[in-house]
């Protein structure tokens, strides 16, 4: 008996187990013959001007944001030969080191997953409505989005301009 198939997106107060999480997709599809994942975590430090991340807070629009993942995850479908994937990203109150996203990618050789992978998380940074609030000593700061963030996803011949 196969498991129950997951959603493709997630968006989630609680932790997630990257292993569950990729034993499940795997028994999704015996064509399987590679998986890619991808682990954000909320940094202990942070290099920038504000000091140490003491946590972050993550906050979405419900609804809007799991369709606008859905979308991404169409997008990396059509690009690249997968199987399946799963996009799990917390909301909420963070601490240093907690796990913030996961996104895991089947398929049936390893550079597919690889390219897919990359992908979604590069539209991730990017296009995905989600705001960050991080809290150091010297007070919270919304973090801004990032030009580097941009020039990842223009490789993939999508223009966006967040910064």
Partial sequence: MSPTPLPRV?????????????????????RVGAVCSFIGTVRDRNSGPT?????????HYPGMTEKSIEAMIDEAMKRFDI????????????????????????SAHRG?????????????????PFWKKEQTRE???????RVSDDAALAKWGITASNA
């Avoid at 399946?84 to 990203?89: L, M």
């Avoid at 007070?139 to 989005?145: C, E, I, M, Q, S």
């Fill in 10 to 30: 997630s968006i989630q107060t609680q932790d997630f187990d990257l292993n569950a999480e990729i034993a499940t997709l795997r028994a999704q599809d015996g």
């Fill in 51 to 59: 000091g140490e991340v003491q946590r972050m807070e993550l906050e």
């Fill in 83 to 106: 199987f399946g994937a799963r996009v799990i990203h917390r909301v909420g109150l963070l601490q240093p080191l907690d796990q913030i996203v996961m996104v895991a990618v089947t």
């Fill in 112 to 128: 597919e997953s690889f390219q897919a992978c990359e992908f979604l998380m590069d539209y991730l940074k990017t296009q995905a």
């Fill in 139 to 145: 007070g919270a700061h919304w973090v801004d989005a």
